[in-house]
T-cell receptor
Framework: KNEVEQSPQNLTAQEGEFITINCSYS?????LHWLQQHPGGGIVSLFM???GKKKHGRLIATINIQEKHSSLHITASHPRDSAVYIC????????????FGKGTHLIIQP | AAGVIQSPRHLIKEKRETATLKCYPI?????VYWYQQGPGQDPQFLIS???????DKGSIPDRFSAQQFSDYHSELNMSSLELGDSALYFC?????????????FGPGTRLLVL
């Protein structure tokens, strides 16, 4: 069983819609990462959270440590937001590797 | 701004050959992570280094070895390559103690084993 679960696996929406991607984790973590991977492979780090909420442009990430749950929201979605969004858990401090969720394939149609 | 550099970007090898992948972290980053992402798979953590010492070990096969050098670049050495080693290999770097602790990912090396 994957220690990091994401939902939905696939999401298709119309341009302008509000998007929510959810992540649940079953292990203790020091931080939760949201990453974006475009076709062709490159991975970009969007957020790293250990508590509360962060906002960057149209992207908002929240985390509830007690419930072991995080969400990534995209407001006013645009076709260029189409990508795979990956939730990844950092189990401890220092140089621990990330444990990745299986990703959410997001397609925003014009 | 400087980013994580990986070389080569693409590599084709035959079964049982060896391969060496290189990773150059962002300047002043002293921690390097290696990840493997098979076709249609989520990335899997292989190994990490902090200050030239192995820090954490994930699902790295015994046929693979890695090290971090005095200039903080890292090399992943892969021997007796198998078809299943075909994957995208990411390197990431970070600075422990940085408030955010974000891992910055390189563009990846796509390895194809024939």
């Amino acid at each position: 069983k994957n220690e990091v679960e994401q939902s939905p696996q696939n999401l298709t929406a119309q341009e302008g819609e509000f998007i929510t991607i959810n992540c649940s984790y079953s292990v203790g973590i020091s931080a939760l990462h949201w990453l974006q991977q475009h076709p062709g492979g490159g991975i970009v780090s969007l957020f790293m959270l250990s508590s509360g909420k962060k906002k960057h442009g149209r992207l908002i990430a929240t985390i509830n440590i007690q419930e072991k749950h995080s969400s990534l929201h995209i407001t006013a979605s645009h076709p260029r937001d189409s990508a795979v969004y990956i939730c990844a858990a950092s189990p401890g401090g220092g140089a621990d590797g990330l444990t990745f969720g299986k990703g959410t394939h997001l397609i925003i149609q014009p | 701004a400087a980013g994580v550099i990986q070389s080569p970007r693409h590599l084709i090898k035959e079964k049982r050959e060896t391969a060496t992948l290189k990773c150059y972290p962002i300047p002043r980053h002293d921690t390097v992570y290696w990840y493997q992402q098979g076709p249609g798979q989520d990335p899997q953590f292989l190994i990490s280094f902090y200050e030239k010492m192995q820090s954490d070990k994930g699902s790295i096969p015994d046929r693979f070895s890695a090290q971090q050098f005095s200039d903080y670049h890292s090399e992943l050495n892969m021997s007796s390559l198998e078809l299943g080693d075909s994957a995208l290999y990411f390197c990431a770097s970070s600075v422990p103690g940085e408030p955010e602790g974000t891992q910055y990912f390189g563009p990846g090396t796509r390895l194809l084993v024939l």
